[in-house]
């Protein structure tokens, strides 16, 4: 700032920053700007790609015809207003539990035990209720079981915080609110839907899968949690070998392969890669002990042993199982040993390569692979399972995974919990545990805490930034996830069962061409994303600071 | 606990407890990598073999590779499969490295701006970029496409290029990285009479690096495997990109398990190949663009 800005040195500035900017920024106007914009406003038109349609204003009929609900025979408005009611009430009773908690409004702990009631009810309710055979009436007491568990655990959350005895209070409010709600829902369920119906039956429909498909994400985080805390340090690896006896073992070792290896080597393929591949690994086991004599390291030797030890191991594994005559164990457990070998050599790093790389390759071709995992006939999981029922003497018959109703959205959640275990949730705890303090670890070692204390009152707080970041990226993309899955893997079906609402609005816009209602969708979409964030904001962030 | 480490010795617990913890690390590994090993078993099996249960083939044949890039006949019916998926790989590549390109140097430019210059208006331009990042991109895509319509971008590179290349997560990302570099050297360089692209191309962008690396592998990445807006924006085969590629592969031959399997593996390798040189730079950038940022 030493000197005097002149009106020529401004300009001249301005225009740097124009240049600087201007192309991100045109470009972010156009595509990204712009479209929001338009969006928004498509969302209140019939804007259709058919020629046929003439574009108009429709104002909020879009949004109406979404998530609004018609009358069958005569419509009872008295009824629907009590019943929505009883829906607000019971969401208005959700949010004050959560602030009651949050604010520690006296008798909380009285309301947390109504609560148990309520859900204890409501999965009995859902659990003697005479089944029907429809798909929605059973997706409904899936439903009930669900939210029944979950209001279990959270009144029990609740019940036993500590402080305050058991006096009803303020804090009592929110529990008989949800107990109003829930109750006048249940009541007036049948008349409800016995005299209306949903306007876009679909939608709730696919609204469902899409929570259902997140069930998923609490069992994904719990796993990237507990493989962050295995492979966070280092293996205690380096050490001393023997040196020269440990390269009279491997030269012995060497010999020993060729032999076992001779007389495994039928005239099978299999046999006579297992012939080239043993020889091989002798091979490089004879150099290995050359080498180790003359120069390796001393503090390197335990490591290099080690992993020699590990190839061995798979070697002598694959060959006498092979001799038994099972080829697919021999694979399976010459796998095992390389990845024991390979974390001997390269240490966690090893480890940690493997379990990301589902994520770094995911993708439709990822998905495609799944699928023929998946297929019911030939599939090796399927196959795997009548291998196995088969030795215990069962008649084991694997599900059709994608194929049916009932196994098609379980199959895709272990499909996505197989690709993000290792992968970006797992770095990111990996750093959260780089940044705990190791004098609150020193501390809790010299007080004699346990393994489990140690977690539970120091890591586990630590790393709740982590935890609530991880959570709020997750529930974003579940709930704009789904439509990779269902336009590779399954077409969105058995009967719609894996169809999500970005999967809904892909065939809305782009094969019924109704862009207007399409973007409708994608608004009620972002509207249901921005309230689980803020209320994740709200309350996750409150609650992840007291321990 | 106590009783058992007086009678072993700590040294000796120590390698136990490692023995353990390999056992169980390789055991988590050998479950994650088993479809890659089935994956790759499948792509090498004659199709005789190819819905029985092993996993090694008996008789493994290099044939299946070649077939899907069009280079033979399918051994079994003796036609070619007439699918281009030598294209298809060249397209995917070539859109994947031409929108780093442009993602990177655009949003490396307005981050510089955004990160050190000062103008009025500055932080409500930022506002507005960090605001879109909450929408999800279904909101958007509809729209784009009716925009791609008019300005005939349907059936093009560019249609794929360039509403991929300017997002406002890069130049988040970037300015996040520029503003943990420190100022002094700029303002040195500023005495010194450097105008704002030498400070640009001779210091800031040297020292932001790894956060542009960062930004270029998690972009590639994202266009390499970008499969929704490809899939709507094209309906002629020879500027399909390799996700979309592999639907049609899979519509059609989808019985042929050891082709698909044989594509799957041409479709990943390139993937693994950088991860493996990148693997630094990408551990770092998924920190910096997760707690830190």
Redesign the interface.
Known sequence: MGKPVTKKSRSREALAVLGFLAPNLLGFLGFTLLPVVLSFLMAFTNWNLKPAVDLEFVGLRNFADLIGVQAIDRPAPLLSALYFGSAGVLVAGLISVLWANMADWRGTRVGGALIVALGAAVLALAVLRPRVGEDSARAISHGLVISGGIGILAGLGLATREGEGWRPGLGTLPALLLVAGAFGLWMLNGAMWGSYEPRDARFWQYFYNTAYLMIGIPFGIAGSLALALLVNNDLPLSGRAPGPLLAALLRTAAVAICVVFGVVGGTTVIGKVGLASGAGVAALCFLAALLITVRAPAERLGQIAGTLLCLLCGIVTMALVLGMGQPNVAVLGGLFWLMAAMGVAFNIVAYRTVYYLPTFTAGVALMILWKALYNPETGPINVAIETIGNALGRDWQGPEWLASVPWAKPALIIMGVWTGIGGTNMLLYLAGLSNVPTDLMDAADVDGASAWGKFRHVTWPQLGPTTFFITIMSIIGGLQGGFEQARVMTGGGPAGSTTTLSYYIYNKAFQDLDLGYAAAISWVLFAIIFVATALNWKFGRELEVSP | MTRVSKKLGPRML??L??VV??????????A????????V??SFKPRAE??E????????TLDNYPVVLDRMPDPVTGQYLGLRFGRWYFNSIFVALSVTLLQV???S??A??FAR?Q?RGRDT?FL??LA?M??????????????MVSLQFLNTYRGLI??A????FG?FLLRQFMLSIPQAMDEAAK?DGA???RI?WDIVMPQARPGVIALAIITM?GA??S??WP??MLNQEQYYP???G??AL?STYGRQ?EL??A??VM??VP??LI??IF?KYL?KG??LG???G
Do not use: C
Not at chain 2, 53 to 60: F, L
Not at chain 2, 134 to 147: A, D, E, S, Y
Not at chain 2, 165 to 168: I, K, L
């Open positions: 120590r390698t407890g490692a913890r390999v056992v169980v690390l390789s055991i988590i590994g050998f994650i990598s088993i479809p890659f090993v089935w994956m078993g499948a190819v819905e249960a092993h996993i090694v083939p008996r008789e493994p140097l655009t949003s430019m307005a510089y701006a210059m103008w331009v507005l970029y879109t909450m929408i999800p991109g279904v909101v958007t895509m509809i729209p784009n496409f009716q925009i360039i509403p290349a300017f997002t406002a130049t005495i105008g704002h692209w640009f990445l390499y495997q499969f929704f899939l709507i390799l996700p979309v592999m639907l899979d398990t698909i399997m594509a799957t479709n990943v993937l693994i991860f493996i693997q551990v998924l920190q997760g707690v830190k």
